[in-house]
């Protein structure tokens, strides 16, 4: 079992709609925790980081629940350059502090 | 600024070849990473190393090889190339600071092994 885990999608809608996507870790000794945004055929950069309290970054917010190990990503007022995949991220001390991945989530925004 | 720079960006290599893999950072992170992407399975670590002259074991490191001798590159080795190790290949670095340890990718190394 993966130990971060994201629903693939894709996730179709139109501009100026809402969309959360979900995730769930594994491994409760998790740290740190993170939104990346992959672009097709480009490398990974990062969204956002997600704290406790939750935090919010213009039309994006982030919420992490510890106690149940579950991460999300609220996207408001979808733009058609929103279209990319969304990847969780979390990180543990004892691997060097790696980044451990979801598989991502899909989304197009359409006209 | 260039950040985390890979090297090549597209190799073809046939079964059996050998190739190395260079990661310069120019930030002055302690931490380098390198991770393997391939289509359903997301990145995947498969070395790290947390300082000059240190090197560990990700998820998936067999077949690869790895060597840290300067701070600001990390090198991929791939001795003996299998069609499986077709992947994209990402290295990131990152400044390790206790509690948010954001990591910078490179651009990605496109690999087929024919």
Known sequence: RKEVEQDPGPFNVPEGATVAFNCTYSNSASQ???WYRQDCRKEPKLLMSVYSSGNEDGRFTAQLNRASQY?????R??????????LCVVN????????????G??????? | NAGVTQTPKFRVLKTGQSMTLLCAQDMNHEYMYWYR????MGLRLIHYSVGEGTTAKGEVPDGYN???LKKQNFLLGLESAAPSQTS???????????????????????????
């Open chain 2, 88 to 114: 994209v290949y990402f290295c990131a670095s990152s400044p390790v600071r206790q509690g948010n340890t954001e990591a910078f990718f490179g651009q990605g190394t496109r690999l087929t092994v024919v």
């Open chain 2, 66 to 68: 790895v060597s840290r």
């Open chain 1, 77 to 86: 007022d979808s733009k058609l350059s929103d279209s990319a995949t969304y």
């Open chain 1, 105 to 111: 989530t899909s989304l197009l925004v359409t006209p």
């Open chain 1, 71 to 75: 991460i999300s990503l609220l996207i």
């Open chain 1, 32 to 34: 740190s925790f993170f």
């Open chain 2, 37 to 40: 992407q391939d289509p359903g």
């Open chain 1, 92 to 103: 543990i001390a004892n691997s060097g502090y790696a980044l451990n991945f979801g598989k």
